[in-house]
């Protein structure tokens, strides 16, 4: 999610209402629970945070932590595909179906897909290839055993669209039934909080507001928001200069933020987040994040207490930076040199 001016300050309890944040445990019960199995959909190109939370995510994947059963792109980009199917093969999971948003005119800008598309192995080779991000959620929904999660770290689109699908020869479930029965939870970074609970811009709304309200009103499973003023306040991508050649990430962060250049983290903390919930995070549970359908700003009020959540800082942030860092340059455990002369 590209960055804009916003105001910093640490989303507080609104009103009085909200429960105290609860801290992490970061004990070994922490790191035993099973992998999480997730879908990603992420507007990769406009930001390199992207690039940086498809790492971040393989990097807890390699640890046991996740296992990443799909992605999709939700811009219309035709590199933003292939440079996530990159990315997988690089980290040694080719396997992994991309889809992408299928129509026109839609955040076509980037300063690295191409590149990452075109320097790297993939099989998809161009967007066009790649099948519409609707229809592979469905898909991949209705043969999933057991439940998922969803997280999306750009706009609501892709995510309306699903809920708006009709039954077909998948599933005779219509696509919020389908949410229902097989999403467990959607976790999403766009949401900007503030003490005031006023609203705030927030840039992966502000590109879609009609679905961001959509999916807000209409999603069937409890939510949890990686807070923006959070991600924002939090910068990495220095380590990846001592990362070899054969690396797409470092390739993409090069392109976009030049050598050892640093990116915020509005993606990849809420992939930390997702995945690993209160361990480096304390978290507000009571109240809700309202959307401003007009244009996508978001507060968090104390009512209606729905069953939302955020994350709050808790660390350092030279520590949470130095966590994220260490998992973003975090060489793969199956994959290999694979860039192509």
């Not at 990116?263 to 995945?275: Q, V």
């Amino acid at each position: 999610m590209p960055s804009h001016a916003y105001i910093l300050g640490v989303a507080g309890l609104m009103f009085g209402a909200a429960l105290p944040a609860v801290a992490g445990d970061d004990g070994p019960a922490a790191h035993a629970k099973a992998p999480v199995r997730v879908i990603l959909d992420t507007d990769i190109g406009p930001d390199v945070d992207d690039v940086g939370a498809v790492a971040i995510l393989h990097a807890l994947a390699d640890l046991g932590e996740a296992e990443i059963v799909a992605m999709a792109a939700c811009t219309s980009n035709p590199w933003g595909a292939p440079c996530l199917d990159a990315l997988n093969t690089y980290y040694g999971r080719p396997e992994i179906p991309v889809g992408t948003f299928k129509q026109p005119g839609f955040l076509e800008e980037s300063s690295y897909s191409e590149g990452i598309a075109r320097a790297f192995p993939n099989a998809l080779g161009h967007g066009d290839n790649a099948p519409d991000a609707t229809a592979l959620y469905r898909r991949v929904l209705a043969e999933s055993p057991d439940k998922l999660t969803f997280i999306a770290v750009g706009p609501l689109n892709n995510l309306k669209l699903l809920l708006e699908s009709e039954a077909d020869a998948v599933s005779p479930l219509n696509g919020e039934e389908l949410v229902r029965e097989k999403v467990s939870e959607l976790v999403i970074m766009g949401p900007y909080f503030n003490e005031e609970s006023e609203f705030q811009y927030a840039w992966n709304y502000a590109q879609d507001p009609a679905a961001a309200a959509y999916v807000s009103e209409r999603w069937p499973t409890p939510m949890r928001f990686g807070e923006g003023n959070l991600g924002h306040r939090h910068f990495i991508g220095a380590g990846l200069a001592d990362a070899p050649e054969s690396s797409p990430v470092r390739h993409g962060y090069e392109l976009a933020e030049g050598p050892a250049g640093k990116r915020h983290c509005a993606d990849p903390s809420t992939i930390l987040y997702a995945i690993r919930g209160t361990r480096h995070f304390d978290e507000v549970r009571v109240g809700s994040c309202e959307v401003r359908a007009e244009d996508g700003a978001t507060r968090w009020v104390a009512e209606p207490d729905l069953d939302h959540a955020y994350n709050r800082e808790r660390l350092p942030i030279a520590e949470l930076e130095r966590i994220m860092e260490e998992l973003l340059v975090k060489p793969p455990r199956l994959g290999a040199d694979q860039r192509e002369p």
